[in-house]
């Protein structure tokens, strides 16, 4: 099979149900920043060193996150009655149940952080702000799921916890905004 067809030569592509739309719309929009997130949890969970437990834990999280998003991205894609594809109803409570577990470690916080200080640190950030975008585009999607939107927001609240936490299992200082 090739990989190009070119049938989105003009700017234009499929959904699932065969309809042609723009690259631009919305929906085209939300999946490919929802593949971009998915990019991102990928190049996280490479730079988490396989051997260590906890971060062999974050990584196996991190894989099902990205099973989820690849399925959230196919549901976006059909435009169609009753999609086949979703995110399981109880992702955005496992979510909540990860972080704390990760919050009871660390300290309390007091003061806005920058990113970085580590690769794994500024990889999870910049996956955050990533999920935080596909938030905004699948907002502007009609006929989804409102399951899709909380998981998508408690994703990023999880990707902030992460990346202090990931930081904590490093030894690594947050580096605060002084404003």
């Not at 700017?11 to 919305?26: C, E, I, N, W």
């Not at 109803?89 to 990860?98: C, F, V």
């Not at 970085?116 to 990889?123: E, I, L, T, Y």
């Amino acid at each position: 099979m090739k990989i190009y067809t070119r049938t989105g030569d003009q700017g234009q592509t499929g959904l699932y149900s065969g309809r042609r739309v723009s690259k631009a719309d919305p929906r085209v929009e939300a999946y490919g920043t929802v593949d971009e997130l998915n990019a991102c949890l990928g190049l996280l969970r490479d730079h988490l060193e396989p051997l260590d437990p906890v971060r062999t834990r974050v990584r196996a999280q991190l894989l099902v996150q990205q099973q989820h998003l690849f399925a959230l991205g196919a549901a976006l894609a059909d435009d169609r009655e009753g999609q086949a594809y979703q995110v399981p109803k109880n992702a955005a409570t496992e979510l909540e149940g990860y972080m704390d577990d990760m919050d009871a470690e660390l300290p309390k916080m007091t003061h806005f952080i920058l990113p970085g200080g580590s690769k794994s640190v500024s990889f999870a950030h910049l996956a955050r702000t990533v999920c935080r975008r596909a938030e905004r585009r699948t907002v502007e999607v009609s006929q989804v799921d409102p399951a899709v939107i909380v998981y998508l927001n408690r994703l990023s609240d999880y990707l902030f916890v992460l990346s202090r936490y990931l930081g904590k299992v490093a030894g690594v200082e947050e580096i605060r905004w002084n404003s």
